[in-house]
């Protein structure tokens, strides 16, 4: 979907159609624009910009507070849509999905006819416009919908993926960030083109398997299936301070909230995690994150916090613009569970845990009936010391 | 300080004391290492302050005593890299000279008195055994011993002397490994200590002739251990152990016994499907057989048999594998036997002569 939030906003308010219309939150918050419409981009506003500063490309810009009850009903509308036409649907996002259509000629005809037929439901259902790729990959379907927004549609067939990879720059490889394009710039490699001359051997002797994933794609070759059954990878709670906080106490304090709030949402979905990452952001924007892989998974705030904190220490000193924690590597806790020797032997261990699982099942109880804030850990109140 | 070293002595010797001193530490003093250079021998001195050693080398020329305390990583690199037979190390100032031929390189020391003191080992009460006892032990038990500090202090292992036993027990709470071996005579009051892995593996690096006789003493804060031409002390762990002994099961409903080389490639044919989040193998007794299971919902699935003989009806248990192949690593004898009451109990696994070997099966709930 083109610019999807700030289009559901427009849909809303008609009144505003033609303005330069930002989602995201308010400057004094520093909040970060999370979509902008076509009006606002063509003054340079782009999505995770600070508020502040697309402010100040455009005075005149329209600033909503996000109404994401209503982004996911109208999220929920589209996917209807695109689950007329195939059941092999993968969400990426709220406004995103890899569809499928391999075997459902005979019903719609082929994919260039099911994506355009897709494009005006979607538009005649919910008013807003899509942008459409159709290829043979993934990778390519997504770069194709990118090509031609707004309001795109583009087919790339077989035999012309190298005349439209070839001058596109490296970074519009899925996996090549700011930090890869500058370490394959120092190379000299600038264009996809560029990136698939390179032999394989060297490319993975530099860039390990990552390597060799992004010299694939650079070929236009891409395995992944669509998958319906996307599981959850991840779930993490960060946050961007209204001003930044040089308090270690209290960066501390606000890391057990994360980890309290990371563990509640992992309870509630019946998942639990092994890696334990934070996220840091200086006031200068650089960001680092450091990561650690317990023997358990764990779902156990305390837990979490424990390992978060040990990472939290680490980091350089100095005040932080944005904290954060996210638990990866997740397991549905109905699995397999390795049994353990003695009662609560591991802290991170999920079934030996007695008195802290059953402590926080009350917990969880209560904070589903008042909320959350009301309901907490004395050690998120005063120090977190003492462990 | 002036002293004339044989090259290889001295880089062998050098490498050990360096595996002990920390690259980066918050006392700096102790990235460097310590030479002392007594009448008739070098000593070299290293710790990150849970682990210290102190190596003896004897075949050298001590033209002048004294003491020198040079970068730990640099001295040590640059002594390896030397081609001569002979190395001169002169303390010039506050500077180490390394002479050997036409090589030499001069490095900035720190004053000697900075270095932590570091205990020289005490003979009384100290315990007489052989070394390949000591690391036969280890060898046997630390692959089991806990990475992560928990709430019990598994990250060490547990080492008894009793009644004329030396016993050695690693678990990280999911598997246990208890090994022990007599040792001689020795009539003094049992001992107990929960030693690091870091420490251990020092331990080890320095007991490398299996036949010697070497000292251990236990004292109320530290292990120190002491052979021919070093001592190493390492600090121990301070906490409770997990009262291990009461899982280990003493009678048992089934039993199974297996050619263990042919169990543990079976095992890793069959955890090939299954996948790094889900390890897990399904062991199925039968009369004359064990069957393996793995599965994943993701690779498939692949079964396995080997001949066996079990014991009691037929039964079922579901084990990590890379749980059992580490343990059968170190089975000492050809044959391996797995005892165990239910599906949901843990798995006693005889791995030789005074060796078992407990993992806690994976259940699946619902």
Redesign the interface.
Same mark, same amino acid.
């Given at each position: 979907m083109d610019a999807f939030y700030a289009s559901v906003e427009l849909r809303e308010r008609p009144e505003l159609a033609g303005r330069p219309v930002c989602v995201g939150g308010a400057a004094a918050g520093r909040g970060v624009i999370a979509a902008a419409s076509y009006a606002a981009r063509a003054f340079g506003v782009r999505s995770a910009m600070p508020t502040a500063r697309a402010q100040a490309l455009c005075p005149d810009l329209v600033l909503l507070p996000p109404n994401f009850d209503l982004y996911t009903a109208v999220s929920r509308e589209i996917m209807a849509i695109f689950r007329r036409y195939t059941p092999l649907v993968e969400p990426l996002s709220l406004d995103e999905a890899f569809l499928d259509v391999r075997g459902t000629e005979r019903l719609f005809g082929d994919a260039v006819a099911v994506g355009r037929a897709i494009k005006s439901d979607v538009l005649r259902e919910t008013g807003l416009v899509a942008s459409v790729g159709v290829a043979p990959s993934k990778f390519l379907a997504k770069l194709a919908s990118d090509l031609d927004k707004p309001d795109g549609f583009r087919v790339v067939f077989a035999e012309e993926v190298r005349a439209l990879l070839d001058p596109l720059p490296v970074s519009k490889i899925f996996g090549v960030g700011e930090r890869t394009a500058k370490r394959l710039e120092s190379l000299g490699v600038h264009t996809i083109g560029q990136l698939a001359s390179l032999s394989r051997a060297d490319v993975q002797r530099r860039f390990g398997a990552s390597g060799l994933w992004i010299h694939d794609l650079a070929h236009g070759i891409d395995e992944r299936r669509v998958s319906t059954n996307r599981v959850e990878k991840s779930h993490g709670k960060e946050r961007t301070f209204e001003q930044d906080v040089v308090d270690r106490e209290d960066l501390r304090r606000r890391l057990y909230g994360f980890a309290e709030e990371v563990a509640f949402e992992l309870r509630d979905r019946g998942l639990r995690g092994r890696t334990v990452t934070l996220k840091a952001r200086y006031p200068d924007f650089h960001t680092i994150t450091r990561s650690r892989t317990l023997d358990h998974a764990t779902n156990l705030g305390p837990r979490i916090f424990a390992v978060a904190r040990e990472l939290f220490e680490r980091i350089p000193f100095g005040p932080l613009r944005l904290l954060g924690i996210s638990v990866s590597h997740l397991e549905d806790v109905r699995g397999p569970a390795q049994g353990q020797l003695f009662e609560g032997a591991a802290a991170p261990a999920p079934v030996a845990d007695g008195r802290l699982e059953r402590a926080q099942a009350g917990l969880d109880r209560l904070r589903k009936k008042y909320g959350g804030p009301q309901v907490q850990m004395g050690t998120s109140l005063s120090t977190p010391e003492r462990r | 300080m002036k002293v004339l070293c044989n090259h290889e002595r001295l880089r062998e010797g050098l490498a050990l004391v360096n595996s002990v001193i920390p690259t980066k530490s918050p006392r700096p003093a102790v990235e460097n290492v310590l030479l002392v250079a007594t009448d008739d021998a070098l000593e070299l001195v290293g710790t990150d302050l849970e682990v210290s050693l102190r190596l003896r080398i004897e075949d050298v020329k001590v033209l002048e005593p004294g003491t020198a305390l040079a970068p730990g990583r640099v001295t040590s690199d640059f002594v390896r890299d030397l081609v001569g037979e002979t190395v001169e190390l002169e303390r010039d100032g506050d500077q180490l000279v390394i002479t050997s031929g036409a090589d030499r390189c001069e490095l900035p020391t720190v004053d000697p008195d900075e270095y932590p003191v570091v205990a020289h080992f005490d003979a009384a009460g100290s315990l007489s055994l052989q070394a390949g006892t000591f690391t036969k032990l280890v060898g046997r038990t630390a692959f089991a011993a806990?990475?992560?500090q928990? #709430?019990?202090a +598994?990250h060490g292992i547990l080492t008894l002397v009793e009644d004329g036993v030396l016993r050695m027990v690693g678990? /990280?709470? #999911? #598997? @246990?490994a208890v090994a022990s071996n007599p040792i001689d005579a020795d009539s003094g009051p049992p001992r107990r200590a929960i030693v690091p892995t870091k420490g251990m593996q020092t331990i080890v690096r320095v007991l490398s002739d299996p036949l010697e006789q070497v000292q251990i003493q236990f004292g109320s804060n530290q292990l120190g251990v002491k052979t021919r031409r070093a001592e190493v002390f390492a600090r121990l762990i301070e906490g409770d152990f997990? #009262?291990y002994a009461a899982?280990i099961p003493s009678e048992t409903n089934h039993s199974v016994e297996a050619d263990a080389e042919l169990l543990a490639r079976k095992l890793r044919l069959v955890s090939n499907v299954t996948t790094s /989040?889900?390890r897990?193998v399904r062991v199925g007794l039968r009369a004359d057989r064990i069957t393996l299971h793995g599965r994943s919902t993701s690779t498939g699935q692949a079964t396995s048999e080997l001949e066996a003989v079990a014991k009691g009806t037929e039964a079922e248990i579901?084990f990590?594998p890379d749980f059992i192949m580490e343990g059968l690593k170190n089975c000492e004898s050809d044959r391996v036997r797995l005892e165990f009451n239910e599906r949901?109990s843990?798995g006693k696994f005889t791995l030789g002569e005074n060796y078992v070997y $407990?993992v +806690?099966? $994976?259940?699946? /709930? @619902?």
């Open positions: - | 806990a990475r992560e928990g #709430r019990y +598994m678990t /990280d709470g #999911r #598997r @246990l997990p #009262r899982v /989040d889900a897990a579901t990590n949901t843990p $407990i +806690m099966p $994976i259940t699946v /709930d @619902l």
